[in-house]
């Protein structure tokens, strides 16, 4: 009854323990210490665990001893230790009870180990990065929010540097996103070496990463971490048998002179940024408080339109082109509009550039195309004639690889015909890349989509690609139209692009009409379709269904 009562007590004692956040080294202590006491002959018993190549062992443990009870540790059914007691006296030991109980604690054990390294990988995945293993933001700004109550203690300083690769996202979309993410694994170790024990590598997202330099003496300490930042990324990355180059720019903020909180100081990291992005790239700027306010805004408008997307803040608009006699929609220009939690409405020339320099047009792009095609779905389905919807493909849309795949999928995703959709592209991209440019719009022509060009008139002199490339629709772009009454260079350029198109069988869609003037003249030459504030100013997806017919 004795024995039984010691052995209740010792697993009492050892469970109370396994509820605790112990380290592992002060819970094998803890089990040696019940389990020996448990023991019928304590006094002589000498106990050792064993566990992934540690040991924790009694003061009186010898490795001669070999009178003793012996069972394995496992975590997940995997052996990773085990746990023994001997009698350092031949004495007998009380079985099966004592047997039964190192096996009951040697299973606590692996239990308690097993729900530990679970917490840890719960902790892990939601502070670190899944891709490259380092910090991610939320174990950064706790880091950085450590470093400066330390350094404000001992008054030193610490910097943050933001990091952002240049020309990733060409090489992403070039080559892939296996490539692309095992670049960044590549970068971030490389970064990892490039840095003390001490500082924290983390990656902030996308192609963007973040170094903590805490405790340093001066600004040069900073600058001398970017120049070998600077080096070692831009010596070239063998990937797949492909020789990648990047660079990155950074942007430097020390603590406290340019930020003494966390939200400030990575702030101020990413400004500093943005303004060696705009300084060339490849090269590292420190925060100034007279930086360019324009750079700054720029700046905050791009890391919002990143989350654009995902709080469906975008729009779509749709202008009418309109035919003569009867006015009526030929056509409807997609427009896209952002509407900005704080800034209201945003018009697409001042939120498409920067997407474009961000690589967000992708994206963008995609949900255009796709919202596009949903809109035509649901007014067909609601019994309207649809006119054909026009949209403006970008330059990095074309370069994708995948465009046309993309384009079929969303199209037999939405169940549209190819023949509603025309796609808007500008003269400037059709000379490069000439082969691949003709290829890509061939293969677009073959699924039925019409291909027109956008600001006719304003690129480049050559009208070679006219018979080279399937161009169904030119559009002459605004600035002429505008001064066509005045101006008699415009309005010989005007006739003289509608009689091209008519002898090419080309339509011609001029754009910007805006007055009772511009209209007559452009009709008075034979242009039938047009498009501008004079008919129309871009409406949102209900007010075009009251301009609709019904079948």
């Known amino acids: 009854m004795h024995e039984r009562l010691k052995e209740v007590r010792c697993l009492y004692a050892i469970r109370r323990k396994m509820e605790s956040a112990s380290p592992v080294s002060e819970f094998c202590q803890e089990i040696i210490t019940h389990l020996r006491g448990a023991m019928q002959f304590p006094e002589i018993a000498a106990v050792v665990i064993e566990l992934d190549g540690e040991r924790f062992i009694t003061e009186n443990y010898s490795q001669y001893l070999t009178h003793g009870l012996l069972t394995p540790i496992k975590i997940n059914g995997k052996e990773h230790g085990c746990l023994r007691i001997f009698y350092s006296e031949n004495r007998s030991f009380l079985l099966p009870e004592e047997q039964d109980l190192i096996d009951t604690i040697a299973d606590d054990l692996g239990r308690w180990l097993e729900h530990r390294q679970a917490e840890q990988r719960i ?17 950064l700004q706790d880091r950085i ?41 590549e970068v971030a170790a490389r970064l990892a070496t490039t840095v003390r024990s001490e ?26 971490v970017a120049k070998k930042i600077l080096n070692g990324l831009i010596q070239p990355f063998h990937i797949h048998e492909k020789e990648l180059h990047i660079g990155a720019s950074i942007g430097i903020a020390l603590f406290p002179e340019n930020g003494k909180s966390v939200d400030t100081l990575m702030k101020s990291s990413d400004i500093a940024m943005y ?10 700027q420190f925060f100034a408080p007279e930086m360019n306010k324009i750079v700054a805004e720029k700046h905050n408008l791009s890391t919002y339109l990143r989350h654009a997307l995902e709080r469906n803040e975008l729009l779509l608009y749709f202008q009418p082109v309109v035919d003569i006699p009867g ?16 800034q209201g409405l945003i018009s697409p020339d001042k939120f498409i550039p920067l997407a474009e320099e961000t690589g967000m047009i992708v994206p963008i792009g995609e949900w255009v195309l796709r919202q596009s095609c949903l809109q035509i779905r649901a007014w067909q389905e609601q019994g309207y004639d649809v006119p054909k919807l026009a949209i403006n493909l970008s330059v990095r849309q074309l370069r994708q690889k995948t465009l046309i795949a993309d384009i079929i ?35 677009l022509s073959a699924l039925g989509l ?42 010989a350029i005007i006739e003289a692009i509608i009689a091209m198109a008519c002898r090419l069988k080309i339509k011609v869609i001029a754009e910007g009409v805006e007055t009772e ?30 301009k609709l017919r019904k079948h």
């Open 450 to 491: 019409e291909i027109s060009i956008d600001d006719f008139g304003i690129g480049y002199s050559s009208l070679s690609y006219l018979k080279r490339y399937p161009i169904d629709t030119l559009k002459i772009d605004k600035s002429f139209v505008r001064d066509i009454a005045t101006d008699p260079d415009d309005a």
């Open 409 to 443: 999928r969303i199209l037999n995703e939405t169940g549209v015909e190819a023949s509603c959709l025309a796609l808007e592209i500008t003269e400037s991209m059709l000379v490069e890349n000439v082969e691949a440019m003709i290829h890509t719009l061939n293969q």
């Open 199 to 224: 500082d924290t590598v983390a990656r902030q997202g996308g192609d963007e990463f973040i170094v903590l330099l805490p405790n340093i003496t001066s600004a040069q300490d900073a600058e001398a």
């Open 275 to 284: 303004h060696a992005k705009e300084s060339g790239r490849n090269n590292y």
């Open 123 to 139: 902790v892990k995945m939601a502070t670190h990065d899944v891709l490259t293993g380092l910090p991610n933001r939320l174990l």
């Open 145 to 185: 929010a450590q470093a400066m109550a330390h350094d404000r203690r001992r008054h030193e300083q610490a910097a943050v540097l933001f990091i952002d690769l240049d020309h990733f996202k060409i090489i992403n979309d070039s080559l892939g996103h296996e490539v692309g993410d095992l670049l960044l694994q």
């Open 327 to 342: 006015k009526k929609p030929a056509s409807l220009e997609v427009l896209l509009r952002w509407q900005h939690p704080q």
């Open 517 to 546: 003037e511009q209209f007559t003249f452009l009709a008075r030459q034979g242009c039938r379709l047009f498009q501008g504030f004079y008919f129309s100013q871009p409406l949102t997806a209900t007010k075009v269904r009251n």
